[in-house]
């Protein structure tokens, strides 16, 4: 029998299916990379989210891994070109997740458009103020997604209903405009945009993609939302735009303090994370545009189905 490994707690529904197709499920939740290191070659596949880095040296020790099961959309803790080198498939399920995404971003671009979280604190405190939450509306204004895959189409197409004009540049697709956007470039980004929401993924590339010199090519005074990585955004930079007025306001749900798991943000908080905290220009969540009782299940689905799909023989039978 096949044996597959689980480093992470995950939705129960994976764990079913993967036994009942015919494989042995382990686990091994919170031993730590030295005592996974001892027994992972005796697995085919590994279930994993966020908790260790699989990383080349890791992974040179799992000679009969076949397979990775990433439940999420990001692979920024997987060494995906070595897996590829050394004939490991690596799978994600980000088709799970992405209607909560898009429904997460468009809920944050609300509230920071009609000052909700600050209102209704003030309105528990006895507070009355009328004219200084008079709010932003939508329509007519111009949303510009970085990334269109998984989760920019999902806040695209959410979009829709509001008659707005929603544009986007993905460098790694073409001929993708459709009836929820534009496909543009990023001169039209920084020239028309009023809103820029971020749903690309966390690489060499993308690390600190947002700082002040990118900041300063929007001709506009924008909104900012971020609910791809938390480095994508230089903090400290965000901060000093927030000041200057050249980021009106910004909804995060992810930061540069999350620890690698992002179950918690790391002890020793940043002077920038301190100003966010305390800026009413700023909405922050913990990590949970993805994070719905229907995406659970869905991350699972997905995951399960595409690693039938890979490997469809009975394991023991290939």
């Known amino acids: ?171 790694y697709k073409k001929d993708y405009s459709d009836g929820n956007t534009l496909e543009t470039g990023m001169d039209e980004i920084f020239r028309t945009a009023d809103v820029l929401s971020l749903h690309v993924p966390l690489n060499n590339e993308t690390h600190y993609l947002v700082d002040t010199a990118f900041l300063e090519k929007f001709e506009k005074d924008i909104w900012l939302i971020n609910t791809a990585r938390g480095p994508v955004v230089n903090s400290a930079d965000l901060v000093s735009a927030l000041k200057t007025g050249k980021v009106k306001g910004a909804a995060l749900d992810v930061l540069e303090e999350e620890e690698n798991s992002f179950e918690k943000i790391a002890p020793a908080l940043s002077a920038p994370f301190t100003f966010l905290a305390a800026s009413d220009q700023v909405i922050l969540t913990p990590h949970i545009a993805g994070w719905t009782a229907e995406s659970n299940i869905k991350l699972a689905q997905v995951l399960v189905e595409k690693i039938k799909s890979a490997f469809p023989n009975i394991p023991g039978e290939e």
Not at 47 to 61: F, G, N, T, V
Not at 114 to 125: E, I, M, P, T, Y
Not at 135 to 159: D, H, P, V, W
């Open 1 to 171: 029998m096949q044996k597959v490994l689980f480093l992470d707690s995950v939705h129960p529904l994976i764990e079913k299916e993967l036994s009942g197709w015919g494989y042995q499920c382990d686990r091994l939740l919170k031993e730590s990379e030295a005592e996974i290191e001892k027994v992972i070659a005796e697995y085919c596949g590994i279930i994993i989210r966020s908790r260790i880095i699989l990383d080349a040296a890791i992974l040179s020790k799992a000679g009969s891994l076949k397979w990775i099961g990433r439940v999420g959309a990001g692979m920024e803790n997987i060494d995906t070109v070595y897996a590829q080198k050394q004939g490991i498939l690596c799978l994600n399920s980000p088709e799970g997740n992405r209607d909560a995404v898009g429904e997460h971003a468009l809920g944050m671009l609300l509230s920071l458009f009609n000052h909700l979280n600050r209102a209704d604190q003030q309105v528990r405190k006895g507070i009355w103020i009328r004219e200084g939450n008079r709010g932003t509306e939508i329509k007519g204004k111009t949303i510009a997604i970085i990334g269109y895959g998984n989760m920019g189409s999902a806040f695209a197409q959410r979009l829709k209903g509001f008659s707005c004009n929603v544009i986007s540049y993905d460098k």
